[in-house]
């Protein structure tokens, strides 16, 4: 089973803090994802990386940047968080080279306040 | 227009009847489609994808693909009390590995 792993389940910051978000995958993916979830608005890719030190900016990139250093992490990274980057954070990742199903990590519930 | 749409519901079906969530897309060049359910603050969890025109059924579950007219459906056979949760559709590009999610669509079961 792929297994898709968030360093937090539940975070709560302050408003202008720096917030590091890590997320772990064990089966080699080349690919991984990271969303937000919010009512209404259903999921919205933030940051997609296809490669170890590759990234791309998804549909809502403003205020957040990504790292991955090695193959099997990915971090998020909230440069100086603010109250309306609170919401549930999804991790996922996809095998890669065609094949597109993405598998999901518990998710983190931030909270800035 | 959202490039991927679903009613948001909610949905109510009785136990043991069928559940069925329709799906459009407007993007013609998407290929590759997936229902995810998600319980309530849990997350996504795959349960069906499907590539080509027709049906595809696995267990209770059966996805339906129509490019023409752009539909994906799943349909929920024998629906169980488990199945309340709310469902996602989302599409891939060919050539594209990201996913593009609709707002889901949540369904109860009354039992």
């Known amino acids: 089973d792929v297994k898709v792993t968030q360093s937090s389940r539940y975070l709560v910051k302050r408003t202008g803090e720096k917030v590091f978000l890590e997320c772990v995958q064990d089966?080699?993916?080349?690919?991984m994802f990271w969303y937000r979830q919010d009512p209404g608005l259903g999921l919205r890719l933030i940051y997609f990386?296809?490669?170890?030190?590759?990234?791309e900016k998804g549909d809502i990139p403003e205020g957040y940047s990504v790292s991955r250093e090695k193959k099997e992490r990915f971090s998020l990274i909230l440069e100086s968080a603010s109250t309306n980057q609170t919401s549930m954070y999804l991790c996922?990742?996809?095998?890669?080279?065609?094949?597109?199903?993405?598998?999901f990590g518990q998710g983190t519930r931030l909270t800035v306040v | 227009q959202k490039e991927v749409e679903q009613n948001s519901g909610p949905l109510s079906v009785p136990e043991g009847a069928i559940a069925s969530l329709n799906c459009t897309y407007s993007?013609?060049?998407?290929?590759?489609f997936f229902w995810y359910r998600q319980y309530s603050g849990k997350s996504p969890e795959l349960i069906m994808s499907?590539?080509?025109?027709g049906d595809k059924e696995d267990g209770r579950f059966t996805a339906q693909l129509n490019k023409a007219s752009q539909y994906v459906s799943l349909l929920i056979r024998d629906s169980q009390p488990s199945d309340s949760a709310t469902y996602l559709c989302a599409a891939a590009n060919f050539g594209n590995e990201k996913l593009t999610f609709g707002t889901g669509t949540r369904l109860t079961i009354i039992p």
């Open positions: 499907i590539y080509s025109n």
């Open positions: 993007d013609r060049v998407s290929q590759s």
């Open positions: 996922a990742s996809s095998l890669g080279t065609g094949a597109k199903e993405a598998f």
């Open positions: 089966m080699d993916h080349e690919n």
């Open positions: 990386s296809y490669d170890v030190k590759m990234k």
